[in-house]
């Protein structure tokens, strides 16, 4: 188990506000898990009872539609908090968290953290301040599916995987979702962003390399996007 203090990745999230004490005094209560590519931090509906820091890995918040479609809200790496708001609200996970890759997390239980906000006005304000950020973000994308085209979406999309989460050796995105995900992002039917998918690859804006996707031209897909 590691230890909080020495973590690099709380530096990222609210946790970067706390004091050695604290963190040594989390470190003892913490439980670290290993997640499998493919298996839930935890789904929709349920009772969170404390927050998850993600040490290494990717994976997707996502919300299942009436009809069984999941529609993927975001995109969650290391160094982020999950669960802050359903455990402030004390309401079930509107959400479903699931591994895109093998992850390390760790969960800190609700008591540790509802502590630190009585007593570090810091690490409380920055919760609130990525709660804010979550739901600007929410904003964004909700006027993007409204006023952009799917067309648009994918070229923003494949901007955004390729800026937040980088690329392989090999020069395609890191993060390789299946075309059922990619869709569920972009709000789409899975056939249509295969479709268009084709078309992007046949146009010179992206290489299809088996399931991966490589971007070639970065400023056609901007203007695009726009």
């Known amino acids: 188990m590691s230890k909080c203090e ?8 609210s946790l970067k506000a ?23 931090i935890f789904e929709e509906g349920e009772i969170t ?43 079930p996970a509107n959400l479903s968290a699931v591994a895109l890759e093998d992850m390390e997390v760790c969960f800190i239980p609700k008591s540790e953290i509802m502590g630190f906000f009585n007593t570090n006005n ?18 964004d994308h909700m006027i993007s599916l409204a006023q952009k085209s799917v067309k648009e979406r994918l070229a923003e999309t494949l ?15 890191h993060i390789q979702l299946s075309r059922e995900e990619l ?11 295969i479709r268009l998918l084709s078309e992007f690859n046949k146009s010179g804006l992206i290489e299809l390399v088996g399931k991966k996707i ?11 996007s726009e």
């Open 49 to 91: 009872k404390g927050v998850f820091c993600i040490k290494d890995g990717i994976c997707k918040l996502s919300k299942l539609s009436a009809n069984g479609k999941d529609q993927i809200v975001k995109l969650v790496k290391p160094g982020e908090l999950l669960g802050q708001r359903s455990m402030i609200s004390e309401e």
């Open 183 to 193: 869709a569920g992002m972009i709000g789409t039917a899975t056939e249509s962003c």
């Open 214 to 224: 490589a971007i070639l031209d970065r400023n056609k897909l901007r203007r695009l």
């Open 159 to 173: 901007l955004y995987l390729d800026d937040n989460f980088g690329k392989n050796e090999d020069g395609t995105l």
């Open 122 to 139: 810091e690490f409380s304000m920055n919760v609130m301040k990525t709660i804010c950020g979550d739901l600007k973000d929410a904003d």
């Open 6 to 13: 020495q973590c690099i990745v709380r530096q990222f999230s």
């Open 18 to 40: 706390l004091k050695k004490d604290d963190l040594l005094k989390m470190a003892d209560c913490k439980t670290s898990y290993t997640i499998k590519k493919g298996e839930p």
